[in-house]
């Protein structure tokens, strides 16, 4: 499943609230349909949505959540349980919290900002398909970098020490995060995820910290910051290098004073939160001052974990590529095929740039597309491995260059190869440049292997 092609249920008894939905979701997703009664869930659930935008309240005075929770029970005792975001017309912040603890990836209150929407259904679908099967640990390989990095996640998760997580794009930053709050003495909590490349320095506070009614123009109710929704557990600020500094000044203060200041409000509000923090900045940028502030540096990177990279553990491929494939094969209702043993040699030497990210597309690729006995290299859609050079030859007469070479497919990589390398590595950069949402670029980064 890729967020593309995902398939969506709203879950409102308001029929405009819901259409509303529908028609913004529709403009990225095909599959989006509306349901105003809980009771009308038996007749979907034999093939379950990918996520469930579900209301709290369907019963006209209710705003207890009390009937939104059921449902939220329900759908996660299913044996794929979709991605589920809560939706309520009030900023009750328990309510909020119990609905992050039975398993809502996020909440989003009414009535929505279009573009925090977006992105939260995005970031829920995309956390749902690098999600590993029930009962399996998210962090695999039996390689000494894995063995290590599970190692340290034990020794550091019963703590409550900032940790900062470090690695490229792909590696599984955001597992490692979420290992480590399932291991700590915060499990029973909410683990709560942002991205914080993504939000735009003009709603920091509000989407951090919070805001009343009237605090400006469109603060039209009250609304619990991400700090207050995951009191009690451990919020994840992912992608923490792309903060500007003006942003960076105000974490700081936050984390320094272990309280927020809600807009629109005259007194502070004590937080109960862990840190976990992440980045694929390179370590050493991390240190210019004019990237990143050194004290705040100081706050997040009590302790430092470090994800490897594939190639730095090429053993754990073979692994990797078994369960991926094995995935989609049931997933998708394919035949079970083995890998050629040239098409295994072949990946386990490809470089995979997108790290487990990229090979999981591949796999997905693969497992949709293969029509031989045996996987083939070509079947994953990556470059062919580089050839020795042949033995020289009489020059051969010149001819025209093969259409393919100027396909949309091949373009389109070239561009994104140079919006990333004219953005340094940098993501969300990257994405603003291309006209792209970052869920939509590592759905693309993915594609072509890059």
Known sequence: ?????????????????????????????????????????????????????????????????????????????????????????????????????????????????NARLVAAVEGALARRAAAAPAGESPLMGDSAPMRELRAMIAAVAPTEA????????????????????????????SFLAVDMGALPEATFESELFGHRKGSFTDARSDRAGRFQAARGGTLFLDEIGNMPLGAQAKLLTVLERREVTPLGLDRAEPIDVRIVSATNLEEQRLFDASVFRPDLLFRLNTIVLRVPPLRERREDIPHLLHHYLSLYETQYGRPVRELAPHALDALCAWPWPG?????????????????????????????????????????EPAVAAQPEEFSLGALERETIAAALDKAKGNISLAARMLGLSRAALYRKLGKHGI
């Open 1 to 113: 499943m890729s967020p593309s092609n995902a398939s969506i249920l709203i879950l409102d008894d308001d029929e405009d609230v819901a259409c509303a939905a529908q028609m913004l979701l529709r403009r990225r997703h095909g599959r989006v349909a509306t349901l105003g009664d809980p009771r009308g869930l038996d007749g979907l659930l034999d093939a379950a949505p990918d996520l469930v935008l579900l209301d709290l309240n369907f019963t006209p005075g209710r705003i207890d959540g009390a009937e939104g929770l059921a449902v939220l029970d329900r759908l996660r005792a299913l044996p794929r349980p979709p991605g589920v975001i809560a939706l309520t017309a009030y900023a009750d912040i328990p309510l909020a919290v119990e609905a992050l603890k039975r398993g809502a990836s996020d909440f989003i209150t009414k009535p929505w900002d």
């Open 162 to 189: 900032n940790v900062m997580v470090l690695g490229e794009n792909g590696v599984g930053k955001e597992l490692v995060a979420r290992a480590i709050h399932a291991a700590s003495k915060r499990a029973a909590g």
């Open 355 to 395: 790290n487990v990210r990229g090979l999981r597309h591949a796999c997905e690729r693969a497992a949709i597309l293969a029509a031989q006995p045996e996987y083939r290299f070509d079947d994953f859609g990556l470059a062919a491995p580089a050839a020795v050079p042949a033995p020289a030859a009489a020059p």
